[in-house]
Structures are given as C-alpha cells and as structure tokens.
C-alpha cells in the first residue's frame, strides 16, 4: 500500500533502538526524510546511517529528549515536521512504596510533559498547513494497570487523557493524534523488565521470556518493524479519520472486549 506520505517530514523521538527505531524505519520505507534522536551518540549515528540507505534524508540530534535544552536543541534541527512521533525511555519498575515525588516528577517529565511539550511545540505550525500526525508511543498500561511500572500507570495515562481532548481540538484542521500502546516487544527495555524477573524469581532469562510469552494469546513477543508499520500507517494518509484513539498492539495481552 502506499502510505502516501512520501517526501514529508518526521521528528521521532527516542529511536536509535526499539519501537522508536521501527517507527523510523517504516517511515523511511515509506519514503519520509527524517529527525532521529537518542541520547548516546554511537548508536544513533550508526541508526542515521542505515536509515540514509533506504533514500532519505536523516538528521540525528544526540540530546534528552526528557529535558528541556535536549528539546530545544531537537525542535530547532527539525523545524517545521508533518509528522511527529513521541517516544522515550520507560520508568523503572519497582513497588508502589519505592516511589517519591522525585520518582513521580522524573516519569511525568519522560512520559507525559514531554510528548506534551513536543505537541505544544509543533502542532501550530500543522495546523497552520492543514495537515499532521502525531503518534505517541505509550503503553498496554493505560488500559490494564502493570503494578509494578505504577510510574509508567500513572504518567502515561495522564497523557492519554491529554491527548483525548486535544486531538479533538485539531482534528478539524487535518492533524490527528493518536497512541500506540505497546505490548511485551523484543527490545532493550523488554530485556531490562525480564531481567528483574529472573531475580525476583530466581529464574533464567530463557525461562522469564517462555513464561511471559505463554501469558499472551500470540504466544510471543512483537517486533519492533510489526510495531513501526502500525505507527506508519496511522502517520499515513490513509488513517485522516483515526481521532484520538488508543491502538494496542499487544498480542491480545490485553484481555478486554473493546
Ligand atoms: P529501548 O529498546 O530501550 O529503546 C529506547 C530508545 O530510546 C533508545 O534508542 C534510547 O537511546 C532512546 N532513549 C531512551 N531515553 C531517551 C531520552 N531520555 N532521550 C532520548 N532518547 C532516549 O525501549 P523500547 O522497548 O523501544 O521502548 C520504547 C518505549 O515504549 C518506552 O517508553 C517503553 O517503556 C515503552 N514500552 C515498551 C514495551 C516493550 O515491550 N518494549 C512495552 C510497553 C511500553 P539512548 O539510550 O541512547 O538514549
């Protein structure tokens, strides 16, 4: 299919690895010039590399995304983007008397001030050209509470509740905003979470990964390229009429009718 959104730009935040990574990738593959951002240098540049060689222009922007000069450092390489793509690190796990305010400001800031920020920060100028996307990636939490990523709960669903209101307030001029929800998929951070498993419960990583994926319908783990085509085809311009929605792509890990 053709997306058709060759020859337009995205910011995507957080995508030297991972589900920013995949984003980036089907993006490119759908012929966007893109603004790729991490934080260490190496990866990143090694990430702009391989996405130059599908065709298309690459800028990368080594900055936190979570802090404010890292932001305007990004904003000012990218300038003026059609399309913008939200992502950062996830909050550590822990147990809902591990967190204090400076745990809950750090994962407000990562998981919700920024991709508010970011928004605040380009949406004018989409609207001022009638046409834009915006996906978050956020997380399979915002529906069905994870307990032990209680930061992650809590900071991402007030984005979703952000986000529900303002993507209604732009819809009518040619920009949507959605979420992607996550499920378990074979990342870093997938790696991190099984890591804590294997020493809460004295199991191998072979074990924690067989036990997590008999726990969801598919029986495994998403990839990072299932997850950037769905990221792909919402920034298409096909998906104009998907509004403020919460997409989950988790295997059926979510077990929920609607
Ligand atoms: P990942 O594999 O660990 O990749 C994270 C990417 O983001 C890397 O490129 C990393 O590069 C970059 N990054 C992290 N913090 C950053 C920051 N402050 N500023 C700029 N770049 C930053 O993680 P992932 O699995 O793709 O997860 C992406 C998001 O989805 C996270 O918020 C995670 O919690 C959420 N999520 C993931 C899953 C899953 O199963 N994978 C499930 C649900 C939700 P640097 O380290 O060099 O900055």
């Known amino acids: 299919m053709d997306l058709g959104i060759s020859g337009k730009r995205a910011l995507v935040c957080a995508?030297?690895?991972?589900?920013?990574?995949?984003?980036?990738?089907?993006?490119?593959?759908?012929?966007?010039?893109?603004?790729?951002?991490?934080?260490?240098?190496?990866?990143?540049?090694?990430?702009?590399?391989?996405?130059r060689g599908r065709g298309v222009e690459v800028t990368a922007i080594a900055a936190d995304i979570t802090s404010e000069a890292g932001r305007t450092e990004v904003l000012e390489a990218?300038?003026?983007?059609?399309?913008?793509?939200?992502?950062?690190?996830?909050?550590?796990?822990?147990?809902?008397?591990?967190?204090?305010?400076?745990?809950?400001?750090?994962?407000?800031?990562?998981?919700?001030?920024?991709?508010?920020?970011?928004?605040?920060?380009?949406?004018?100028?989409?609207?001022?050209?009638?046409?834009g996307r915006v996906v978050n990636i956020t997380s399979q939490s915002v529906k069905?509470?994870?307990?032990?990523?209680?930061?992650s709960n809590a900071a991402r669903t007030g984005l979703t509740g952000y986000v529900a209101g303002t993507a209604r307030q732009v819809a009518e001029k040619g920009v949507t905003i959605n979420n992607l929800l996550p499920g378990i998929h074979a990342t870093d951070r997938a790696d991190a979470l099984d890591r804590g498993v294997t020493e809460t419960q004295g199991i191998t990583m072979e074990e924690a990964r067989a036990q997590r994926a008999a726990s969801i319908p598919a029986r495994r783990y998403g990839t990072a390229a299932e997850f950037g085509a769905a990221c792909a085809f919402l920034c298409s311009v096909h998906a104009g009429f998907i509004v403020g929605q919460n997409i989950l792509a988790d295997g059926g890990a979510t077990n929920a009718t609607i």
Request: hydrophobic content about 50%; overall charge negative.
């Open 15 to 51: 995508s030297s690895k991972g589900l920013g990574r995949g984003c980036a990738e089907a993006l490119a593959e759908a012929g966007v010039h893109l603004v790729i951002n991490a934080r260490s240098s190496g990866p990143l540049d090694e990430a702009a590399e391989a996405l």
């Open 144 to 151: 069905a509470p994870i307990p032990q990523l209680g930061l």
């Open 78 to 131: 990218a300038g003026a983007v059609d399309i913008l793509v939200t992502n950062a690190g996830g909050p550590p796990p822990g147990m809902w008397h591990d967190w204090d305010r400076d745990a809950f400001i750090a994962a407000l800031d990562a998981n919700m001030l920024t991709p508010i920020a970011l928004m605040t920060a380009l949406l004018p100028d989409m609207m001022e050209r009638g046409w």
